[in-house]
């Protein structure tokens, strides 16, 4: 389980684990404890959630009752993507602490440049708002990195140029057919670690016959290709399961795609009709 402990290491010299556990549509309660219980029973030290998920408080608890030391875990949640001010941003770092029940997180992002349900508006003064909050919380030690999410390259140049610390994360959609490689090229050209959710695509790729073919080939499963693409493209997967043979399973990525192979897979973004 070597990549599972392997870490890249942030602009400020944090270390965050390679692959981390997402806690996206896992519901509150049992569900979203049992799960966090899992993962971090099954080797998992990165856990990743979010205000907006909604059950921050008990992917707080599991992380408490695991019994493995707060600084052996990397812990990371989200403002919600409407808050475009600096004291509701510095509300809602305390609300997420205090859900958490933790004193610090290792890193605390913007969830998006624009609310969910105002997708493409233009939030830049609100953006650098909300960030100079987040630089504050950084400041005092609470906060342990900072960042972004969904975040395009214009987005994160607003930051950069009216704010102090460059984003230390991003936080996009990435995956086998979407490697939004603009953006991807951007943030490694900034020392932006970039983040991939969805990494399974929302369970698509499992589907993908190509990606079936070549899971053959390497004699793993298709979420291991996915999960080991992005981690060979040096991004950090976030893949996520309630089921513990699933969650043990996106952890077993210790093998190399040759170069060919991801080359293949790197053109499927070009054709998105070989995986749809």
Request: glycine residues 6%; hydrophobic residues 35%; contains cysteine.
């Amino acid at each position: 389980m070597k990549t599972l402990t392997d870490t890249y290491t942030l602009t400020n010299g944090t270390k965050m684990p390679k692959i981390g556990f997402g806690t996206w549509q896992v519901p509150d309660g049992d569900i979203a404890y049992q799960s966090v219980l899992m993962a971090l029973k099954n080797g998992y030290r990165h856990i990743d959630t979010a205000a907006a998920y909604r059950n921050e408080e008990s992917v707080g608890r599991a992380i408490k009752d695991s019994g493995i030391p707060r600084e052996e875990i990397f812990v990371t949640t989200k403002l919600e993507s409407h808050i475009k001010t600096y004291e509701g941003a510095l509300e809602g770092f305390e609300k997420s602490l205090k859900a958490l029940d933790l004193d610090y997180v290792d890193l605390y992002i913007i969830h998006a440049p624009w609310p969910w349900s105002e997708i493409g508006k233009d939030c830049r003064e609100g953006n650098v708002l909300a960030y100079k909050a987040l630089e504050k919380v950084y400041a005092e030690g609470r906060a342990k990195a900072i960042g972004v999410s969904n975040f395009n390259p214009q987005d994160i140049e607003n930051i950069i140029e009216h704010c102090d610390i460059v984003p230390m994360v991003n936080q996009i959609g990435y995956f086998i057919g979407h490697n939004q490689k603009e953006t991807d090229e951007y943030c490694k050209a900034k020392n932006i670690l970039v983040e991939a959710y969805s990494p399974l695509a929302i369970g698509q790729l499992l589907k993908n016959p190509d990606i079936i073919d070549m899971a053959k080939k390497y004699d793993v499963t298709p979420a291991q290709i996915s999960i080991r693409y992005c981690i060979e493209k040096g991004t950090a997967p976030l893949p996520k399961s309630t089921h513990e043979n699933r969650i043990i399973e996106n952890t077993k990525v210790d093998f190399v795609i040759d170069k060919k192979d991801m080359d293949f897979l790197d053109s499927i973004n070009d054709d998105p009709r070989k995986w749809s």
